[in-house]
């Protein structure tokens, strides 16, 4: 597929884990989803690069299935608060599915408060989920995979959130994070501690954080997608200054706007993703 064709099927997707995508031995594949709840999904054989591999903030909960032949695993993990480093095996296969930031699976028992930066097994959590446990870890071919996936998961549905979180979410993905929280009220109609208080029963988090993911997130996508200067960027996220801008980036990407932008041009990252 043509790389513009991919860089608009990758617009309709919000969250992003380069440094996943950079760790892919050859090609990183990704299948949209007709799910409301579930971003996409993505596979990949890691490869051999002694640089650690970070996850970065995307408010999403992923579903990472290690395909390995001899001890394939499957865990549930919640979005971090920071860059966190992550392991993956050399030349293990992986599965993933990323459900949609801000969603949480009704059908996974646990809540949203303690997947934060922590993964569980997905056995221990997902009822009935041995069957398509053992075909996504046997099967070989990643549309396959995906097929089995959205055979077990026909049916289940997402965590129900209020109208209050709804609309909040909304306004803070219209506007890429760049949302004070006096704004919140008046587009709700409802207090900050209200607010507040229903965001951290749906989420886990408060709205202040889901906005510092929502900017991490726009950021990247500006850099991977765009030609645009950092200081544009900064004034554009609402950052008082390019400094503040810079020493946030640093600590949820793990790598400056610029070291980042080089290293998405040395691996050739939008070379790498294949759009099934």
Request: net charge negative; aromatic share 12%; with cysteine.
């Amino acid at each position: 597929m043509p790389k513009q064709a991919i860089v608009n099927h990758l617009a309709r997707i919000r969250s992003k884990q380069p440094w996943m995508v950079m760790s892919a031995a050859d090609e990183f594949c990704l299948a949209g989803s007709d799910h409301p709840t579930i971003s996409h999904y993505y596979g990949f054989e890691a490869g051999h690069s002694a640089e650690p591999i970070f996850a970065i903030p995307d408010g999403c909960v992923d579903i990472l299935f290690d395909c390995d032949t001899t001890s394939p695993k499957a865990e549930v993990y919640g979005t971090p608060m920071e860059a966190m480093q992550i392991e993956l095996i050399p030349k293990h296969r992986y599965f993933g599915v990323r459900f949609a930031s801000g969603i949480m699976p009704d059908w996974l028992d646990v809540s949203a408060k303690d997947l934060i930066e922590q993964h569980v097994s997905f056995l221990s959590v997902a009822t009935e989920a041995e069957q398509v446990f053992e075909a996504i870890v046997r099967e070989p071919d990643f549309l396959s995979q995906v097929a089995s996936f959205k055979d077990y998961f026909n049916g289940k549905k997402a965590r129900h959130f209020s109208p209050l979180t709804i609309a909040a979410l909304q306004y803070i993905f219209d506007h890429n994070g760049n949302v004070r929280i006096d704004e919140l009220e008046v587009i709700t109609g409802y207090t900050t501690r209200t607010i507040q208080r229903q965001f951290l029963s749906d989420l886990g988090f408060s709205p202040k954080v889901f906005c510092r993911i929502v900017r991490c997130q726009s950021a990247v996508y500006a850099i991977n997608h765009k030609e645009i200067t950092f200081s544009d960027m900064a004034c554009d996220l609402g950052f008082t200054d390019q400094s503040h801008f810079l020493k946030e980036f640093k600590k949820l990407v793990s790598a400056t706007p610029l070291a980042y932008q080089d290293r998405v041009k040395q691996h050739t990252y939008l070379d790498k993703i294949h759009y099934c």
